[in-house]
């Protein structure tokens, strides 16, 4: 399969993207790249933070079976095409993980990671559980977040679906010889990774062989799946900048996905398109905290090319700043490959749907 990588050979495969330009159009799919840089800790001593997200799709599959078609059949944790025609197994292995989109229909921008057949070699968040010819399950990384049963957020017989690839640590991020990548002993001593899967934030480093995760036993996680539609922030150690090049296809529907009720989500930025703050919409999302005062209302933190954080809050009216004089940051510029670090205030349970329209015309 012809995963869709990071790397530091800027390349076009296609039509351009629209990055930068919400007015760009095009009269066919577009496939290209958006540049993403991971800020260097210019001294080597301390980490300096970068928010990343992947919002490019991997189509280019070499698979058995079909990459799109229509659903004859849903169960709570399952999705199949009676004529799909896939290989046994083969959109399980964790090494390769896949993910299926949902095209039409009233779950129209849902995308879901496909569980894995194998719940160690770095897969997460699933237990065992490979495809069959005709039916995938779902993995927990999806139906975790509040998405217990398919049918419950819309997805139905009828609805059209797309197969995507989906990039791990490894296939991403690379390690030392070929990104970049500060590797060292332990998480303290080398470039770190925290991903947050259902509320829960893992960290992950390169121990000079493989990714590994920071836990007990400390796992091989190579195969741990980075999702488009989350976010993912990268710690980085060593002093000079790594300059990747994320290569996809454009998404060309809406997007939606799952944030906590309350604690911490890192929402991927959706699309390879720069936006404002304003236009991201999040303070849309149902049960969005609005308040005058910003220790009363839920937060969206940026970080900056530099690695600085800066802190947002929305009054009802608008997006301010949190620092003196609280400025307007409706115009406030998310790019193109950035993540956006919510963190909803109260106890409430659960997760809601963040919905947003595509921010370009094709």
């Not at 090049?245 to 998404?251: Q, S, W």
């Not at 049960?287 to 005062?293: E, L, Q, Y």
């Not at 940051?329 to 106890?347: E, H, L, Q, R």
Request: proline share 4%; net charge positive.
């Amino acid at each position: 399969m012809n995963m869709k990588k990071l790397n530091v050979a800027l390349a076009i495969l296609g039509a351009a993207i629209m990055a930068g330009n919400a007015q760009t159009s095009a009269t066919t799919e577009p496939v290209g790249f958006v540049n993403v840089k991971i800020t260097g800790s210019g001294s080597g001593t301390a980490k300096k933070l970068t928010y990343l997200s992947l919002p490019l799709l991997d189509k280019d599959l070499t698979i058995t079976g079909k990459t799109s078609g229509t659903i004859t059949g849903v169960t709570s944790t399952t999705i199949t095409d009676s004529t799909a025609g896939w290989t046994a197994g083969a959109l399980s292995a964790p090494a390769t993980p896949f993910l299926i989109g949902i095209t039409s229909g009233a779950a129209t921008g849902r995308i879901f990671h496909v569980a894995s057949s194998a719940a160690t070699s770095g897969a997460i968040g699933s237990a065992p559980s490979a495809n069959t010819a005709t039916t995938l399950t779902i993995s927990s990384l999806d139906t975790g977040s509040g998405i217990s049963d398919l049918a419950a957020v819309g997805v139905a017989v009828g609805d059209g679906y797309q197969i995507y690839g989906c990039d791990t640590l490894s296939t991403a991020l690379g390690s030392p010889s070929t990104t970049g990548v500060l590797s060292g002993a332990s998480s303290g001593v080398a470039d770190s990774v925290v991903i947050v899967v259902n509320g829960t934030a893992s960290t992950f480093f390169h121990n000079g062989t493989r990714w590994t995760k920071v836990t007990v036993g400390s796992p091989d996680a190579s195969n741990t799946p980075l999702l488009p539609y989350y976010g993912f922030s990268y710690a980085r150690l060593g002093a000079a900048d790594i300059n990747l090049t994320a290569i996809g296809t454009v998404p060309t529907i809406s997007r939606k996905t799952q944030i906590k009720n309350s604690g911490l989500t890192l929402v991927g930025q959706f699309f390879p398109a720069d936006s404002t703050l304003l236009s991201l919409g999040l303070q849309n999302t149902p049960g969005w905290t609005s308040n005058a005062a910003s220790a009363s209302a839920d937060k969206v933190v940026l970080v900056s090319s530099t690695g600085s954080a800066s802190t947002y809050w929305y009054t009802g009216s608008g997006w301010k700043r949190v620092t003196v004089g609280s400025p307007s940051a409706d115009s406030t510029v998310i790019p193109a490959g950035s993540m956006i670090y919510v963190n909803k205030i109260g106890s409430a349970s659960g997760f809601s749907t963040y919905a947003r329209a595509l921010p370009y015309t094709l």
